[in-house]
């Protein structure tokens, strides 16, 4: 069966401007969790997103939104770009949750320049 | 926000070597998972460990749950080239967000 898909692959935005990124989960899992990866900081949690309702979220500002659609899908929006938002996105699906582990995508690189 | 003690940072092993690799907590989690990630792509997860003093194995990978719940090691036997990649560890109580260790950077040579 198809893998977690994250798109794009790579982005490089300008400091200010605003992003959304987009994760589809595998087929018959209704939990999606993004998290940020970056050489200091290892990965943190951002928020998951279980059938369409945020279940929970972690410590970021306000300007990390995301959302799930009826299909499982899930995007993550960041506004108001800076400099330290640079960093690798993942997206995680799991059946339920997380009680049987989570299977990552490859992730979105975004470079803020 | 809560971050594992995964130890060692960074190890360089011959080929053929074993591996050994630990998490610690100072809290109890009730699920352990170790991932692997290479570059450029996701983590995959190599083993699963739901219940305390549990020992798995994966081929030449084999992990063990910890008895107070706060720890979890993962041993590589024999290791090979294509070992190499980051190693994470992770924790997670129930529905509840992964926790992660900030990584085991294994290098072979050859």
């Known amino acids: 069966k198809a893998g977690v898909t994250q798109t794009p692959r790579y982005l490089i935005k300008t400091r200010g401007q605003q992003v959304t990124l987009s994760c589809s989960p595998i087929?018959?899992?209704?939990?999606v969790s993004w998290y940020q990866q970056t050489p200091g900081q290892g990965l943190q949690f951002l928020f998951e997103?279980?059938?369409?309702?945020?279940?929970n979220k972690g410590n970021f500002p306000g300007r990390f939104s995301g959302r799930q659609f009826s299909n499982s899908r899930s995007e993550m929006n960041v506004s108001t770009l800076e400099l330290g938002d640079s960093a690798l996105y993942l997206c995680?699906?799991?059946?339920?949750?997380?009680?049987?582990?989570?299977?990552f995508g490859s992730g979105t690189r975004l470079t803020v320049v | 926000g809560q971050q594992l003690n995964q130890s060692p940072q960074s190890m360089f092993i011959q080929e053929g070597e074993d591996v050994s690799m630990n998490c610690t907590s100072s809290?109890?989690?009730?699920?352990w998972l170790w991932y692997k990630q290479e570059p450029g792509e996701g983590p995959v997860l190599l083993i699963a460990?739901?219940?305390?003093?549990e020992l798995t194995s994966n081929g030449r990978l084999t992990a063990q749950f910890g008895i107070t719940r706060k720890d979890s090691f993962l041993n590589i036997s024999a290791s090979i080239p294509s070992d190499v990649g980051i190693y994470f560890c992770?924790?997670?109580?129930?529905?509840?967000?992964?926790?992660f260790g900030k990584g085991t950077r294994l290098s072979v040579i050859a």
């Open positions: 460990l739901y219940k305390a003093g």
């Open positions: 995680a699906s799991s059946l339920d949750g997380g009680n049987y582990g989570y299977t």
């Open positions: 809290s109890i989690f009730n699920t």
């Open positions: 997103y279980f059938s369409e309702t945020q279940r």
């Open positions: 992770a924790g997670q109580r129930r529905n509840t967000p992964l926790v």
């Open positions: 087929s018959g899992h209704r939990s």
